[in-house]
């Protein structure tokens, strides 16, 4: 079973660097999530693709942030000018597009701002 | 917009206790509901989910929840827990509108289960 595969597993950068994480869902999965989950919190909806449409975007996701999910399949979450709050990790998701059905998560990518 | 409380941050229990973990959420429609775990250095997996019918549901590894619609309530259970249950434990929702499920997971804060050999 090939899983939602994240890239890389960590990452630490200093602030004001821009990184870029990338997601590869589960195969036949059309829809796409991003979540960011913080020290002692649940997961936070930050985005959704349904194949290349980003359909929903949370208020958490600034003008610092984009998402692409260029050709359906692998989706890249890109942060400029990190700042000291973006330390997070950063859940993947994806499910098909039948109704009903759960996402299923990623490792995710951890982020340390120095 | 909707919100996910899960009532205890931390709990822990001996070997063979019994378990219930609260968990309550804010929206007046129609919903699924979820619970995930968070084993220790592995991913989100689901253990059980409610879609519609009977709200009594089984998930893996001997854990069971119960919907509660008037209560706004999903709580899971597991009569006798071991140690290899020891995880954080998620409950999260979606809103379903107009027949259409919008995928956005609303997450609970987690539990923490610490079970005692």
């Known amino acids: 079973d090939t899983g939602v595969s994240q890239d890389p597993r960590h990452k630490i950068t200093k602030r004001g660097q821009n990184v870029t994480f990338r997601c590869d869902p589960i195969s036949e999965h059309n829809r796409l999530y991003w979540y960011r989950q913080t020290l002692g919190q649940g997961p936070e909806f930050l985005t959704y693709f349904q194949n290349e449409a980003q359909l929903e975007k949370s208020r958490l996701l600034s003008d610092r942030f984009s998402a692409e999910r260029p050709k359906g399949s692998f989706s890249t979450l890109e942060i400029q000018r990190t700042e000291q709050g973006d330390s997070a990790m950063y859940l993947c998701?994806?499910?098909?597009?039948?109704?009903?059905?759960?996402?299923?998560f990623g490792d995710g990518t951890r982020l340390s701002i120095l | 917009a909707q919100s996910v409380s899960q009532h205890n941050h931390h709990v822990i229990l001996s070997e063979a206790a019994s378990l219930e973990l609260g968990c309550n959420y804010s929206?007046?429609?129609?919903?699924?509901l979820f619970w995930y775990v968070q084993y220790p250095g592995q991913h989100l997996q689901l253990l059980l989910k409610?879609?519609?019918?009977?709200?009594l549901v089984k998930g893996i590894k001997g854990f069971e929840a119960e919907f509660i619609k008037s209560k706004f309530s999903f709580n899971l259970r597991k009569p006798s827990v071991q140690w290899s249950d020891t995880a954080e434990y998620f409950c999260?929702?979606?809103?379903?509108?107009?027949?259409?499920?919008?995928?956005?997971?609303?997450f609970g804060q987690g539990t923490i289960l610490t079970v005692h050999p």
């Open positions: 929206y007046g429609g129609t919903v699924n």
């Open positions: 409610y879609f519609s019918g009977d709200p």
């Open positions: 999260a929702v979606n809103v379903i509108y107009l027949g259409t499920s919008y995928g956005k997971l609303t």
């Open positions: 998701a994806s499910s098909s597009g039948v109704s009903n059905q759960p996402q299923h």
